[in-house]
């Protein structure tokens, strides 16, 4: 099976302007999750998306959002883009379903704003 | 809420030491428990986890970590260090509650020398 895919690898955005970030989850995969990394702040949870609805949300302002499509591909945008929102983000999928949760990670998008 | 703690932002042993990285973990649920390792320029790989059984976990590449109810704790070690096996490793802990959403360390790199 394919893993998780995230697109593109690398971002350069400018203050004030807006990014979507892609992932696909691996085949079967219903639940994916956004996580936001940074050297000080460390890995963070965004948000879940399980069958194409939020299912849990961390605590980010609401310049973050994300969807799901039907084929559990899911969007996550920033708007109005700040330099503190420069970080590696990451997507992790699993099915969703079940007792335990195994997360597994894309290799992530590394956003620079300027 | 759930929280983790890693001891030690850097630790650094040399080639064929045991290697032992410290977890802690808060939880007021029983926890779901999990090693995960973080190469340059890469997302997040699973080790091992803990979800319940048997207290000692074996993981990859010679890993394994015993979960000690009474000392909240989920240490991580390994009998003999190899080159390969610096990287960043980060422990996390996730509830039954029926989401997966992950709650990291900060994160422990790993240096080896030979």
């Known amino acids: 099976k394919a893993g998780v895919t995230q697109t593109p690898r690398y971002l350069i955005k400018t203050r004030g302007q807006q990014v979507t970030l892609s992932c696909s989850p691996i085949s079967g995969h219903r639940s994916v999750s956004w996580y936001q990394q940074t050297p000080g702040q460390g890995l963070q949870f965004l948000f879940e998306?399980?069958?194409?609805?939020?299912?849990n949300k961390g605590n980010f302002p609401g310049r973050f959002s994300g969807r799901q499509f039907s084929n559990s591909r899911s969007e996550m945008n920033v708007s109005t883009l700040e330099l503190g929102d420069s970080a590696l983000y990451l997507c992790?999928?699993?099915?969703?379903?079940?007792?335990?949760?195994?997360?597994?990670f894309g290799p992530g998008t590394r956003l620079t704003v300027t | 809420a759930q929280s983790v703690t890693q001891l030690g932002s850097h630790v650094s042993v040399s080639e064929g030491a045991l290697v032992l990285l410290r977890c802690n973990y808060s939880?007021?649920?029983?926890?779901?428990l999990f090693w995960y390792v973080q190469y340059p320029n890469q997302g997040l790989q699973l080790l091992l986890k803990?979800?319940?059984?048997?207290?000692l976990v074996k993981g990859i590449n010679g890993f394994e970590a015993e979960f000690k109810k009474s000392e909240t704790s989920f240490h991580l070690t390994k009998p003999s260090a190899h080159m390969s096996d610096a990287a960043e490793y980060f422990c996390a802990v996730s509830s039954n509650s029926g989401y997966s959403t992950l709650t990291f360390g900060k994160g422990t790199m790993l240096l080896v020398s030979p």
């Open positions: 939880s007021s649920v029983p926890p779901y």
């Open positions: 998306y399980f069958s194409e609805t939020q299912r």
């Open positions: 992790a999928s699993n099915p969703g379903t079940g007792p335990v949760y195994e997360q597994y």
């Open positions: 803990y979800t319940t059984g048997a207290t």
